[in-house]
């Protein structure tokens, strides 16, 4: 492969953008050849013939893998690089060098169209997850594409919409998962979003590409753009992105044409084209071994086990089994599933396990009974299929009823309109529970949705999200106690849309988003603010149960702490704990939210069977973003340390102090009467002459008056000649810093 400063401008040019909507180009005289970059989440979109970025035309058969959006509820990282491996097996007998993915956007808002494919709303589990699967996926070969960067958190306007976000938000919210794999993991490329940040284009924002992802975070790969988020190619190029997607016909002219006139410096070029040249290490060779796409299914089956979420379990009504009576199978989502997102990471999955078919099939082996009703059309209310269901459930003794999302309702390219689920699944639900002796509700979709209309009524929620393609077998296995439940949600499920923290800022007005509610994002807004979801983050049943009790917490260093808690399983089965540490504080005298994830490790655990896990929890946990030093900042102080199995239900709490930074604010006439004052160096001599000039005041009581008063100003009201003598002590004090 030849250096890229070998290569004439045109054909060093020409690498920068697309050969056609897949490929790069090709420069076969210099022994160059085109590199394919495909859709790849959760599954490999290799298009051999027409191509599109939105699914609409075939793709070669894949296995479709869990979405994010379950392989999030899965708290699982070691799964999330088991299905990065399989990914990059399918991805080079396809010829793929590099698998766009994964998406690790915030959720900020339940209404996000494209929510299915982000892991979750805090950051440090998104982090976590994302890195284990870009490293799982290029271990085995395949270039990995973390996206979509930064703070594309909807589809409404997502071509130019322009985010106003604060530097302390950015940086503890929506940054830290992109920050955390591209440290930990190097992925191949990094995808810039479509989005406007403060009224710059991801594309051309210097600010994000170079002096944040390159120079600060130390990224060595490819960035690329999202296919069609280049509107300026040389401003782009200057920005640090490299590779323009597609093939933009006009773009290697624009692009040399700058270079001749001197408005771009040519090694801007030559570095991008060699970044473009390098992604070849990942290029498969012409003879890779067939995948196992038999075992990539029972992988998938595997996984999609272990992401669904049990939310409600009254009376024990699951699991399934002999003695639980005749079975009704409810809902046309379970004959025709749907087990995947809408758009451009849209699966030609190898195969498909049917829901209706593998509960059918739980049920014969154990001798129990089963019949099905559709209940309801995909697209339309039916009365009469409703009042079949009914009858249905009536006559049996637990009635599963499928419900949730279409594809129509949510998808990339567009956000939801409302929380809920057809009205005439609802008017479904509803009547069945008024029928059946017991109620179970299978949810499928991609987000979140409103449970409040029928809640209540039923005895059993599991929430499968969207599991791919071994998601029918999973959820028959899950009701029937095959396998136990062990998903915990990665999102908050609200009661009402009002109640969620961005109501009321999204998705923006004229061309602009606020991120008003800040730090608040999902479950830091409701423990914060005290608004009770009806579901926390976290949260999540099993058939067992588990105690956590002897939490002990040690300070390692003056901003580290190591975290040791037992945990038991105080069932009768097997099952899997999620063991989640939370810290809070009001140290440093800044907003912090009541709790933020600081660590979590999902263990298996036989019944009776107890375990002490240990974590280190670093310095991150316990910084905030300091925006007047911009950097990172640990005050020292008191620091609360919760231990959970969600955000809200705490088994166990203690506190930490740290010594925290050493911190020395260089004190000017500027600065406030209350910083001197707590100046470790100037702030006793200062407190002393602030004593003798208070008249009898007590200098505490003085400093709450005058406090937040720049010392130059109060300076400039000291009448007479005291005022010359003040000052001169002051500019004394400065100078001795």
Known sequence: MPDAAD???ADRARLLTGADFWTTAAVPEAGIDALVLTDGPHGVRRQLGSSDHLGLNAAAPAT???????????????????????????????????ALGPGVNIKRHPLCGRNFEYYAEDPLLAGVLGAAHVSGQQAAGTGASVKHFAVNNQETERMRISVDVDARTLREIYLPAFERIVKQAGPATVMCSYNRIAGTYASENHWLLTELLRDEWDFRGLIVSDWGAVHDRVAALRAGLDLEMPH????????????????????????AAQRVLDLAAFAPSDAEPEPDLRAHHELAREAAAECAVLLRNEHEVLPLHAGSGRIAVIGELARTPRYQGGGSSHINASTVDIPLDEIVSRATSAGISAEFAPGYGLDHDDPGLRAQAQALAARSDVAVVFAGLTEAEESEGFDRAHLGIASQQVALLRAVAAAAPRTVVVLVGGGVVDLEPWHDEVDAILEAFLLGQGGGAAIADLLFGVAAPSGRLAETIPRRLEDTPAFGNFPGEAGTVRYGEGLLVGYRWYVTRAIAPRYPFGHGLGYTSFATDSLDVTATGDDSAAVRVTVR??????????VQVYIGSDAGGVFRPRRSLAAFRKVALAPGEARTIEFTVGRRAFAHWDTVRDAWSVPGGTYRVDVGRSSLDIDCATEVVLAGDALVTHLTLESTIAEWAAHPVAGA????????????????????????????KALDMIPGDGADQARAQVEALIAAQ
């Not at 893998?65 to 990282?77: H, K, L, R, Y």
């Not at 773009?251 to 570095?271: C, H, K, M, N, Y």
């Not at 089965?573 to 999620?578: F, K, Q, T």
């Not at 602030?690 to 720049?710: I, R």
Request: charged share 15%; with cysteine; proline share 8%.
């Open 7 to 9: 290569l004439p401008l």
């Open 685 to 712: 001599p200062f407190r002393t002459a602030l004593s003798a000039s208070a008249g009898g005041l007590p200098v505490d009581q003085l400093l709450e008056l005058a406090g937040s008063m720049p010392l130059g």
């Open 569 to 578: 399983n105080t069932g009768a089965r097997a099952g899997s704990h999620v």
């Open 248 to 271: 933009a016909p006009r773009s290697a002219g624009q692009v040399r044409g700058a270079v001749e006139s001197g408005d771009l410096d040519e090694d801007i070029v030559t570095t």
């Open 64 to 98: 479709c893998f869990p979405p994010a959006v379950a392989v999030g509820s899965s708290w699982n990282p070691e799964l999330a690089h088991r299905i990065g491996a399989a990914i990059a097996a399918e991805a080079r007998a396809l010829g793929v060098t590099i």
